[in-house]
């Protein structure tokens, strides 16, 4: 099968992208569809192995957590599938094609673990997310009227349409790490690489996140979520990858995972989390996005 | 005509004073967004030593200054790509060596005293030939273009540099760029405002144009007009108060900056009287949050328990629930 072109329907993809094999179908996935393919892959820095022997396939429509604790590897896997760091050693293709080869990089929308987006000058909150429009633009290409809609579609996407001419150094973390969702959505790429999401931002700005990863999960996204917060992503994960100590030790559906965990599929996790209290809201919920995108797929409905 | 434009020399003068305030704020917004607000400063250093080279050697030392400032360049950008801690006594060996090797070199010279120098280090607007203006004109010009081209990447990869290159921009090969332009600026305005005052011209008008500007679109075209306001009107006020140009320019930029600091205060303390922070708010208003969002004054609004919260900054401020002029609610 031939790769579905980027298109302004890719922002944060759709319910086309979850073809033949469905997501994360254990039933032989044909190789080249996986979004992300992994045999025996190892990365790191220099000569230093972080992670090694991972084999992991991940297809158009999965939502995968990816647990560990601190130092287990998480963040290094992903930067790996980014190329911020060494390929030092077994099989990674991105989109069916090895990532040394791999040049098309707007479809990886990434959004990195950041507890401010700190500017030392000013730029507002659309100044940033345009920057997501990069990779589409030629070297003396200025953004059109199609990049400002997707702009600003993105904006409306994490719910910060109000806010797109404010200075980003005075929103708050939770809106930030909105911001930066928005800034990968506006790539309009074909997979969102999360790094720590929900970590480190106040109780109602998690809700918000929480609910925007759900309109996206809804929407068809693929997604890989590092977290350890798993509370705050656990209705819109399909599978739970954990490593520790640089290794994958489990690799399954959430209802397993919370199996082996010992406690109910919609349960606590058992990671350090104090905020019991956070209810992920409904998500069944029109967003402002959705009439603006009839074209997006639900996957809940 | 005015008189000052009847001189030769001060038409020189200007031309070259408008060329260095276009294209030294245009560089300097991205050192200020790396915080390499310094560095400028640095390669004049370098440059110092270029400059002797040429004199001792009979070489141009605007081309010779140009060939050491930009190595200065790639190497400090090299040195800082390797991200060793001892990046930063580096970089402080490569300039104060620049400096003390300038001041030995130019004692070597013919007539051997340190007065060749002064023109480079303190600016001297007023000799420049016409051979010097047509290159400074070449140089400033690849300066403003190069940067006006590539500045949504400069803006991209200071703002986060591995988001950048996770979308596979060569951040390394444009952060090489950008201390070339700075490079280039250096010496372009060494003969302007001189060595030791280069990086004010670069920075100054930008850290003016942080206070007043918005968005970062608009910071660049306010610095850049204050640039060009301040190195043309130091020059003329130069001319008429009989003054050092170079210095004149920079403190025209640093009493703007004065003022906007002022100003800016000013309006903070008055806007801090004037507005009602809402109580402890766990809840965060957006375009879907349930509440009824009024528009009114080219704000948002939103209808909480009788409240009416308006978003600002990282807090809701609390509206005057009676204002209901030219408003519509939008749910």
Redesign the interface.
Do not use: K
């Given at each position: 099968m031939t790769r579905t072109p980027p298109t302004p329907d890719a922002l944060a993809g759709h319910g086309g992208h979850g073809g033949p094999g469905g997501p994360g179908g254990p039933d032989g996935p044909d190789r080249s569809q996986a979004i992300v393919s992994l045999r025996s892959a190892s990365f790191g820095y220099s000569e230093h192995v972080v992670v090694s022997g991972v084999t992991l396939e991940v297809h158009a429509g999965e939502v995968v957590a990816i647990l560990g604790p601190n130092g287990s590897g998480k963040s290094t896997l992903v930067k790996g599938l980014l190329g911020l760091n060494d390929h030092l050693g077994g099989e990674v293709a991105l989109f069916g094609t090895p990532i040394d080869h791999f040049r098309d990089h707007a479809r990886l929308g990434y959004v990195p673990q950041r507890h401010t987006l700190s500017a030392s000058v000013r730029a507002t909150a659309s100044e940033i997310v345009a920057i997501g429009r990069l990779p589409h633009q030629g070297w003396l290409g200025r953004a059109n009227q199609e990049d400002r809609r997707i702009i600003a579609e993105s904006l409306g996407v994490v719910g910060l349409d109000d806010r797109a001419d404010v200075d980003v150094n005075t929103l708050s973390g939770g809106q930030q790490r909105r911001v930066l969702i928005a800034r990968a959505l506006a790539a309009q790429p074909e997979v969102l690489i999360m790094d720590e999401p929900t970590a480190g931002v106040d109780l109602a700005s998690q809700e918000v996140l929480s609910q925007v990863l759900g309109k996206l999960a809804r929407r068809g996204a693929t997604m890989l979520i590092v977290t350890h917060e798993l509370q705050a992503v656990r209705d819109v994960l399909t599978r739970i990858v954990q490593l520790n100590g640089g290794r994958v030790t489990f690799d399954g559906s959430p209802a397993r995972y919370a199996q082996l965990q010992g406690v109910p599929a919609n349960g606590h996790n058992g990671h350090h989390h104090d905020d019991d209290d956070v209810q992920v809201q409904s998500t069944s919920q029109a967003g402002p996005f959705d009439h603006l995108n009839q074209s997006a797929g639900g996957r809940g409905a | 005509m005015p008189d000052i434009l009847t001189y030769s020399f001060m038409q020189h003068a200007l031309l070259a004073a408008l060329m260095v305030g276009l294209a030294a704020p245009m560089v300097g917004?991205f050192l200020?967004?790396?915080?390499l607000s310094l560095i400028g400063d640095g390669m004049g250093h370098v440059a110092l030593a270029g400059v002797a080279v040429g004199v001792v050697t009979h070489q141009a030392p605007v081309a010779t200054a140009l060939v050491f400032a930009v190595l200065a360049a790639v190497g400090i950008e090299l040195v800082r790509a390797r991200g060793r801690t001892s990046g930063d006594v580096a970089l402080a060996v490569m300039f104060y060596g620049g400096i003390a090797l300038g001041v030995v070199v130019i004692g070597k010279s013919e007539g051997g005293s340190g007065a060749n120098l002064d023109s480079y280090l303190f600016g001297a607007i007023s000799t420049t030939t016409d051979t010097d203006l047509v290159v400074f004109a070449v140089l400033a010009v690849v300066v403003v273009g190069v940067t006006w081209?590539?500045s949504?990447?400069l803006?991209?990869v200071a703002?986060?540099e591995?988001?950048?290159?996770?979308?596979?921009?060569h951040a390394t090969a444009l952060n090489i760029t950008l201390a070339v332009l700075t490079a280039v600026t250096v010496v372009v305005a060494m003969r302007v405002v001189g060595l030791l005052l280069i990086s004010a011209l670069m920075i100054v008008p930008?850290a003016t144009a942080?206070l007043v500007?918005?968005?970062?679109?608009s910071?660049i075209r306010i610095a850049v007009v204050i640039g060009v306001l301040c190195s043309v009107g130091g020059v003329t006020a130069s001319f008429y108060a009989d003054t050092a140009p170079g210095g004149t320019i920079v403190l025209l930029a640093i009493a703007l900056f004065m003022v906007a600091a002022s100003y800016s205060g000013l309006r903070g303390r008055i806007r801090g009287r004037r507005h009602n922070e809402a109580e402890q708010?766990?809840?965060?208003h957006?375009?879907?949050?349930g509440h009824p969002a009024i528009e009114h004054d080219r704000h948002?609004d939103y209808l909480h328990d009788g409240h009416r919260h308006a978003?600002h900054?990282?807090h809701y401020d609390e509206h005057d629930p009676l204002k209901t002029h030219d408003e519509s609610v939008r749910h």
């Open positions: - | 917004v200020v967004q790396r915080r081209a590539l949504p990447r803006f991209a703002n986060d591995e988001y950048a290159r996770a979308t596979g921009m930008n942080q500007a918005r968005s970062f679109r910071a708010h766990e809840h965060e957006g375009p879907d949050c948002v978003p900054e990282g």
